[in-house]
């Protein structure tokens, strides 16, 4: 099992990549016109961003594997772990080259991205399903209590994977709260990882960790590039990975309870608009838009979530040590 000081090494590599490909990769996301479209019907504040470079999270994702490959042992749950980094982020991808070069406002088409989605995640439940024999058995967290799960674990996990990866995409709504959100999320994972002796997972929190400093050097406001749907999916590939090789789920819904709040948010938002003809929950969402709304600047609500994350990865500590 790697020591604290190997990744801390590694947290730095893939920092120290991200830092070094920014200067290089956003005028080039600037020079081939990869620039942020915002809605009109987003906030009105945000038109001015307008135009920005996106895909950005081709350096986090860049950076990931680099690190990965080279920090540790090769082994099949690390490739799993990267495989659904990167899987999920060329979905990513896709959707928004679709949408900035081919001039399609929606990306990919629902199915298209369901099908994509759907295949990673049975992909990696089922390995990890054959792989380890206690994923079935989830602990839930604050007690010895266990759920076995049996085979309906696979359906139970890309449900999860699923919901946790379009959680994190709805996230990246404004500048640096997915990345700030995730490098806190990504720590608390380190520390789990190396407390049961999984260098995999341990690895790759680290690196994704690194990753995401890097990117706020850049993304934090006012943000100089947008991740895109590219580094969000990644994004959300790397915690699903986590708590997937950990065979902790459930832990999500603590440490990645603003992911769950945004989510939440929009199903709320939509359900009953949809039964009361019009009417709103919420000023708009998903959440981080309604504290906007609600008068709060851009910087207090990105500080604020990441408060709240760092609280409740405390939270988890107690969960699960």
């Not at 490739?79 to 406002?105: A, N, Q, T, Y």
């Not at 404004?174 to 720590?187: E, P, Q």
């Not at 590219?230 to 309870?257: D, R």
Request: charge should be positive.
């Amino acid at each position: 099992m790697l020591g604290i000081r190997e990744l801390t090494f590694t947290a730095m590599i893939g920092f120290l990549i991200v830092i070094i490909l920014g200067p290089i990769f956003i005028p080039m996301l600037a020079r081939f016109k990869f620039g942020q479209t915002v809605r009109d019907e987003g906030p009105q504040s945000h038109l001015a961003k307008n135009g920005t470079p996106t895909m950005g999270g081709v350096m986090m994702i860049v950076a990931i594997l680099i690190t990965g490959l080279t920090r540790a042992t090769i082994s099949k749950g690390l490739i799993v772990g990267l495989i659904c980094i990167v899987g999920f982020g060329f979905v990513g991808f896709l959707d928004d080259f679709i949408k900035i070069k081919m001039k399609r406002s929606l990306g990919l088409k629902a199915y298209q991205k369901i099908i994509l989605q759907f295949a990673l995640a049975l992909y990696i439940a089922y390995y990890q399903y054959s792989a380890s024999p206690s994923a079935t058995q989830l602990v839930i967290p604050f007690t010895n209590h266990i759920i076995n799960l049996g085979i309906w674990y696979i359906p139970f996990m890309m449900i999860f994977i699923i919901g946790t990866v379009n959680a994190v995409n709805l996230t990246d709504g404004l500048d640096g709260l997915a990345s700030g959100v995730t490098l806190i999320v990504s720590c608390f994972f380190v520390l789990f990882a190396v407390s049961i002796s999984n260098s995999d997972v341990a690895i790759l929190a680290a690196a994704t960790a690194g990753a995401c400093l890097g990117f706020l050097g850049f993304n934090s406001y006012p943000a100089k590039v947008f991740m895109g749907d590219t580094g969000s999916m990644a994004l959300g590939g790397a915690v699903v990975a986590f708590a997937t090789l950990t065979n902790s789920p459930l832990i999500i819904i603590i440490v990645g309870f603003i992911y769950l709040a945004e989510a939440l948010s929009v199903m709320i938002q939509v359900t009953y608009f949809k039964l009361t003809n019009g009417k709103r929950i919420f000023k708009m969402a998903p959440l981080h838009h309604h504290f906007e709304q609600c008068g709060w600047p851009e910087t207090r609500v990105v500080f604020v979530f990441w408060i709240v994350t760092v609280v409740l990865c405390w939270i988890g500590v107690l969960a699960v040590f």
